[in-house]
């Protein structure tokens, strides 16, 4: 019996061991990166315990502007200090003459200190290069001139870039196969989302330097730099974005109270992304809530009269254009006295310069009988649905969307509506089912001014290694599908022109501009309504210069009261501000 009893006790002893082993080898040698559910890593969390670091980089990939300016962080030149200087005799003197900070504040900060820090952070100053090399030059343990990346409090094109967050159950689900820390960052919207893969760090850089148990320098007062050393990372993502014209573009938005809405500007010759503003602002402390994490600017909106260059287009090619034949622009669509915008009998040309519905709903009706799709059509040729914004095969990751979050635009969305005459009418300006993407609007403008050729819309150009060379190339790309011919183009370009010649014309405003301006404005119902009051999107979109097209700009000032929120302003002050940048450039 007593020996039945000691060989059970042994066996369970036994098999405790080999639990407690397997247990051991499974945290010391199998799962050192990735322990547990969480994956933990465990040889990153024992260094942790008896080191201390200051993070100079946490190695997540660049947003650039075109000309190489960091757009989502900054470099900063900075006095780094680490908290064992308490212990030592250290000559704070000296680095008080070359810092200019006051050698009893250096003390003091030190005093204080639990862990390494950049002097000042969260505002640290800013040290020059000359200030650098000499603090570097005194070789004082602990002391440190480095540059560290901090992220800017004011990120220009929020929207567009995006935001970053942890997520540990989406990094599961989005990277499987990848031994990422749950403390991963993840891009969650916007660029930041649509080039997550990319911008995956490889790792931190770092000052360490190891303590005991009181939090003393456990192997003297040596601090290394911990690196990834890979020459490649992190990757630089090099925006279209001129950083100056964004920041002067929010300005403005903020200037004129746009609280709904925003721009979108881009340069034609390789239709890419200027600058883009999207209001509402993002809530930093809880980003979800009041929408200002949409970009606006690229989802659906009730565009108006803006649409009537897509019937225009069409009627020009069905020569419904006769320059003799007058509509009553006295009536409404429907038929009915307009007495707000009576304007009396008006030729096509007249009509679209003072947006008059009457003319397009007769002529949307009319087009729609020779085809119900012609509006559809013509909507596509000028690349208001559909998406525009590039995409394509990128390495491994195929049909690659810049805009992951782009909307697609429509114009029906029953065979019954495009079939039925009142509706193709209302179509006809802009209203019932015809939703667009100010980027889409934008890409209308710029096909027009091209002559007919249809482009994607870019607002990345390349990716680039951290040693400068080309990792992924975005080039300019055509976008498939008809296009308008070249002669239309010429007869748009002329209507939109005219908008603004004309003393009556809905663009009148910008006549006296340094840019001479084609384009048209947009006043669109939205079926929402505030203290009683019809809501409204309000619209300009063109180009410019007239002759030479350079920019295209589109202002939208959405669910605003008729009386209040124009974007006329708005536009104006941006084709001043480009051509005063332009022409204090040639100087």
């Given amino acids: 019996m007593w020996r039945r009893r000691a060989l059970g006790w042994l066996f369970i002893c036994i098999t405790s061991l080999v639990l407690l082993l397997v247990r051991l080898m499974q945290i010391q040698l199998i799962e050192t990166k990735t322990f547990s559910k969480h994956n933990v890593n465990l040889l990153e969390e024992s260094v942790k315990q008896r080191t201390q670091e200051l993070v100079i980089d946490n190695g997540r990939g660049n947003f650039l502007d075109r000309n190489g300016v960091m757009l989502t962080h900054k470099k900063v030149a900075v006095l780094v200090l680490f908290p064992f200087l308490k212990k030592m005799d250290w000559e704070a003197k000296k680095v008080s003459e070359i810092s200019g900070i006051s050698e009893d504040v250096l003390k003091i900060a030190v005093e204080g200190a639990k862990k390494p820090f950049a002097f000042g952070d969260p505002q640290p100053v800013e040290l020059t290069s000359s200030q650098m090399e000499r603090i570097n030059g005194l070789k004082i343990p602990g002391v440190f001139a480095i540059e560290k990346k901090f992220e800017r409090s004011e990120v220009p094109a929020e929207q567009l870039i995006g935001l970053t967050g942890e997520n540990p159950k989406e990094l599961k689900n989005r990277y499987p196969n990848k031994d990422l820390s749950e403390k991963?960052?993840?891009?969650?919207?916007?660029?930041?989302?649509?080039?997550?893969?990319?911008?995956?760090?490889?790792?931190?850089?770092?000052?360490v330097y190891h303590v005991d148990g009181s939090g003393g320098p456990l192997f003297g007062i040596d601090v290394k730099y911990v690196d990834p050393a890979n020459p490649f990372y992190p990757v630089n993502v090099r925006?279209?974005?001129?950083?100056?014209?964004?920041?002067?573009?929010?300005?403005?938005?903020?200037?004129?109270?746009?609280?709904?809405?925003?721009?979108?500007?881009?340069?034609?010759?390789?239709?890419?992304?200027?600058?883009?503003?999207?209001?509402?602002?993002?809530?930093?402390?809880?980003?979800?809530?009041?929408?200002?994490?949409?970009?606006?600017?690229?989802?659906?909106q009730i565009v108006g009269s803006v649409f009537k260059t897509v019937v225009a287009a069409a009627a020009i090619d069905e020569n419904f254009d006769d320059p003799t034949r007058f509509f009553d622009c006295s009536k409404k669509i429907n038929g009915k006295p307009e007495l707000k915008y009576n304007y009396?009998?008006?030729?096509?040309?007249?009509?679209f310069s003072r947006s008059c519905n009457r003319t397009f709903g007769e002529l949307a009706k009319e087009l729609q009988k020779t085809n119900p799709h012609i509006l559809e059509d013509y909507a596509a040729k000028l690349s208001l649905t559909g998406s525009v914004g590039w995409k394509g095969d990128v390495y491994h990751t195929s049909d690659f969307k810049q805009f992951a979050d782009e909307d697609k635009g429509r114009v029906f969305l029953s065979d019954e509506a495009r079939k039925d005459a009142n509706f193709a009418a209302m179509s006809g300006i802009g209203q019932h089912e015809v939703r667009v993407t100010p980027i889409a609007v934008a890409n209308m403008m710029a096909t027009i001014a091209r002559g007919g050729k249809k482009e994607a819309v870019r607002a990345v150009s390349k990716i680039e290694y951290k040693n400068g060379t080309t990792m992924v190339d975005f080039p300019e790309q055509s976008i498939k599908g008809d296009t308008i011919s070249p002669y239309t183009a010429m007869k748009l370009q002329k209507l939109l022109r005219e908008v603004v010649l004309n003393p009556n014309g809905t663009g009148r405003w910008f006549?006296?501009?340094?840019?001479?301006?084609?384009g048209k404005s947009g006043t669109a119902e939205t079926g929402k309504y505030e203290d009683g009051k019809q809501l409204h999107n309000k619209?300009?979109?063109?180009?410019?210069?007239?002759?030479?097209?350079?920019?295209?700009?589109?202002?939208?000032n959405l669910d605003?009261?008729?009386?209040?929120?124009?974007?006329?302003?708005?536009?104006?002050?941006?084709?001043?501000?480009?051509?005063?940048?332009?022409?204090s450039n040639e100087e």
């Fill in 344 to 351: 009396g009998m008006l030729d096509f040309v007249t009509s």
């Fill in 539 to 556: 619209w300009f979109a063109g180009y410019f210069p007239y002759q030479n097209p350079k920019y295209v700009l589109v202002a939208a």
């Fill in 239 to 300: 925006t279209t974005l001129d950083k100056n014209l964004q920041q002067k573009a929010e300005g403005l938005v903020e200037r004129y109270q746009i609280k709904k809405g925003g721009l979108v500007l881009l340069d034609i010759e390789d239709n890419s992304v200027l600058a883009m503003v999207s209001r509402p602002s993002i809530n930093k402390k809880d980003p979800y809530s009041g929408g200002g994490i949409t970009n606006m600017m690229v989802k659906q």
């Fill in 560 to 583: 605003v009261v008729d009386s209040e929120g124009g974007v006329n302003l708005l536009f104006a002050d941006m084709v001043k501000m480009l051509y005063e940048k332009n022409h």
């Fill in 511 to 518: 006549k006296d501009l340094p840019y001479e301006v084609a």
């Fill in 184 to 207: 991963t960052l993840l891009g969650v919207s916007g660029l930041e989302e649509s080039f997550d893969e990319f911008l995956l760090p490889e790792g931190k850089s770092k000052l």
